[in-house]
């Protein structure tokens, strides 16, 4: 059984950064032709997914994020991280990582095979 842990700050300073792990276990994040993603949710909206990296390393990001938005991993710990720059009231969210078999950048659950159960991050001064 896959299962993914997002861990990190619960709350991080405006223009700061944030970044967060996600840790898999049950299976590799090397395992061929998967995607690792991190999407969150701010209150009282939708899943907004914000990128991904691929079990060979290759990495996507939503367009309007890409420019301080930086996912990368680790395999000898088997986990993978975001980090994301300058970060402003607008990014508190519920944070999830996720894996995939297809590479979608949907905003519905049912796009991902594994969730992580989230995190809370509240940007605020």
């Known amino acids: 059984q896959v299962q993914l842990q997002e861990s990190g700050p619960g709350l991080v300073k405006p223009s700061q950064t944030l970044s967060l792990v996600c840790t898999v276990s049950?299976?590799?994040?090397?395992?061929?032709?998967?995607?690792w993603n991190w999407i969150r949710q701010p209150p009282g909206k939708g899943l907004e997914w914000m990128g991904a990296?691929?079990?060979?390393?290759?990495?996507y990001y939503r367009p309007s994020l890409k420019s301080r938005t930086s996912i990368s991993r680790d395999t000898s710990k088997n986990h993978f991280t975001l980090q994301l720059n300058s970060v402003t009231p607008e990014g508190t969210a519920v944070y999830y990582c996720?894996?995939?078999?297809?590479?979608?950048?949907?905003?519905?659950?049912?796009?991902?095979?594994?969730w992580g159960q989230g995190t809370q991050v509240t940007v605020s001064t």
């Open positions: 049950g299976g590799s994040i090397t395992t061929n032709y998967y995607y």
């Open positions: 990296i691929t079990s060979s390393g290759s990495t």
């Open positions: 996720a894996g995939s078999s297809a590479r979608s950048a949907a905003g519905t659950r049912a796009s991902y095979n594994y």
